[in-house]
């Protein structure tokens, strides 16, 4: 079993289970309550990971947004923001996107020898630690153990949809938290909590329900933790 930090993923799906439209521009799922409720993990987590297409598609943020909460990990010797970590085997980010930009915070890339020596050398320039790994797809086992080393102790994962899988499927996740939004979708191309090749019945990941609770905006919140292989 690898040296890594603990991991907890936060989804928010609707009610036939995606967490974007077809369209894949980054639909609005959360209610404000829950905004409220991811902003309390942000502040809680010593890193933040996503993957490729959320990283060059939704070009997120992943600060801390709440003044209070900023102030909070201030108080106990943190930065205001969690370290941000992205895993994509070919970076194309732009110098002003808003994963570089908004901050402050630590930036953390993993990637491999796809991403051209001037992506790097730009992100360099930028104060971001890029790891170049000798291999075809990034590792995440090798990542989560690299983050351990580097400190991260709590590592949220906020997708998307192949990075969720992947992870799942490796068996790196703790716990996976599930706003589930009282909205319909639809689409088959619209994306779900976890992509990637998929599982069989047979070979299908359990998950222990801890947590059940229903909300006034009408949506409920799920929480499971997902029992360790072997």
């Known amino acids: 079993m690898i040296d890594r930090p603990y991991v907890y993923m936060n989804v928010a799906v609707t009610a036939d289970g995606k967490i974007d439209a077809f369209e894949r521009k980054g639909a609005s799922i959360s209610s404000p309550r ?3 409720r991811v902003d309390q993990l942000r502040a809680e987590a010593d890193a933040v990971m996503i993957g490729a297409r959320t990283l060059h598609s939704d070009d997120p943020k992943l600060t801390v947004k709440s003044e ?11 930065s205001e923001n969690p370290i941000k970590v992205a895993v994509a085997s070919r970076l194309q980010l732009k110098p ?3 994963f570089l930009a908004a901050g402050p915070a630590r930036i953390l890339l993993f990637t491999t020898s796809r991403t051209p020596q001037s ?23 090798a ?4 983050l351990k080393q580097d400190g991260v102790q709590r590592l949220m994962v906020e997708g998307g949809a192949t990075l969720n899988y992947a992870m799942l499927q490796l068996g790196l996740v703790d ?5 589930v939004a009282p909205l319909i979708f639809g689409g088959e191309s619209a994306p779900t909590l976890a992509g990637g090749a998929g599982l069989t019945r047979e070979a299908a990941l359990p998950l222990r329900l801890v947590k059940c609770e229903q909300w006034e905006d009408g949506g409920v919140l799920l929480q499971y933790e997902v ?3 072997g």
């Open 96 to 98: 002003d996107c808003n």
């Open 34 to 36: 829950d905004k409220e």
């Open 175 to 179: 716990t996976v938290t599930v706003f």
């Open 119 to 141: 992506q790097l050398d730009m992100l360099r320039s930028k104060g971001a630690g890029v790891h170049v790994l000798n291999q075809e797809r990034v590792e995440l086992p």
């Open 143 to 146: 990542v989560l153990h690299m």
């Open 227 to 229: 029992p360790r292989k």
């Open 68 to 78: 209070v909460l900023r102030l909070q990990r201030r108080e106990r010797g943190l």
